[in-house]
């Protein structure tokens, strides 16, 4: 059975690169901003402590909450225990806020966004080989993992890869993002001309659970005009006296979408 073939009623997806500067970050805000635009329901969680993207960026537009996965137990107590209220909610929550509590009422999600921070990959291994992770929310909730491994030109980011797919197997989908950032296809060849991706891809088992793409460059002086503003895809879109700025975002926006279009089905979308 491919995973084609597969239906799953839920989904979490995965952003990560272990190499910081890889641009998972600007992945992480284009999906987000994508689930906005086509009004999916959602739960996003930040993992990024020391430089919280997508909180800073979106956290006046959905659902983000801060997950710390360096701290011993708190995958445990707060992502997992969360997860499952998200699924399942009891009537109501109570949630600390401010040093108040809040009570809080919503329907189910059968979507989720989990951005990580560089540098994780092994606490992450390490949790889905203790906690059986993806096995348990597999089985429990009928959720399917998307692991979205955005990478650079560098053999690192290459190496990162064989790493965490001999780790987690076809226990996962995986949806390699190739960062244009870095230049074009033929840029990639560390990548294209890996002896252990060559020898995964040549497996026809393995290789259907790997997906390829590819995320358009947007211009630096559009890039730093959002981040200099914290400003959303969407709101850099609205920038009416900044027209260069403007048609860039907007164009980007409909690049993206166009790239990632052939792995909705694995992204929620």
């Known amino acids: 059975m491919t995973i084609q073939e597969k239906t799953y009623s839920r989904r979490l997806v995965i952003v990560t690169g272990d190499k910081g500067g890889v641009g998972k970050s600007t992945f992480a805000r284009g999906l ?3 689930y906005l635009d086509e009004k999916k329901e959602f739960i996003a969680f930040d993992a990024d402590t020391s430089n919280p993207q997508i909180k800073r960026f979106y956290g006046d537009e959905c659902k983000i909450e801060p997950l710390n996965i360096f701290k011993k137990g708190e995958i445990d107590t707060h992502f997992m225990e969360r997860l499952g209220k998200y699924i399942e909610p009891p009537e109501k929550i109570e949630n600390n806020e401010g040093g108040e509590k809040v009570e ?63 780790s987690c197997g076809n226990h996962v989908d995986y949806v390699v993002v190739k960062n244009y950032f870095f230049g074009e296809e033929q840029d990639f060849r560390r990548y294209n001309n890996s002896p252990a991706l060559k020898e995964i891809k040549n497996d026809t088992e393995k290789s259907k659970y790997i997906r390829e793409i590819s995320m358009p460059e947007l211009i630096e002086h ?8 914290s400003l959303t895809f969407a709101k850099g879109i609205e920038q009416n006296k900044r027209i260069a700025v403007k048609g860039r975002v907007g164009a980007w926006m409909d690049e993206f979408k166009e790239s990632i279009n052939p792995v909705k089905h694995l992204l929620g979308w």
């Open 104 to 166: 809080e009422f919503f329907m189910p999600k059968s979507l989720f966004l989990l951005e990580l921070p560089p540098q994780s990959s092994n606490i992450l291994k390490d949790f889905f080989k203790r906690m059986k992770f993806l096995e348990t929310i597999k089985n429990a909730y009928n959720m399917r993992t998307t692991m979205v491994v955005v990478i650079s030109r560098t053999i690192d980011s290459v190496n990162q890869f064989v790493d965490l797919y001999n």
């Open 222 to 229: 559009a890039y730093d005009y959002l981040d200099e503003n």
């Open 32 to 34: 987000l901003q994508v």
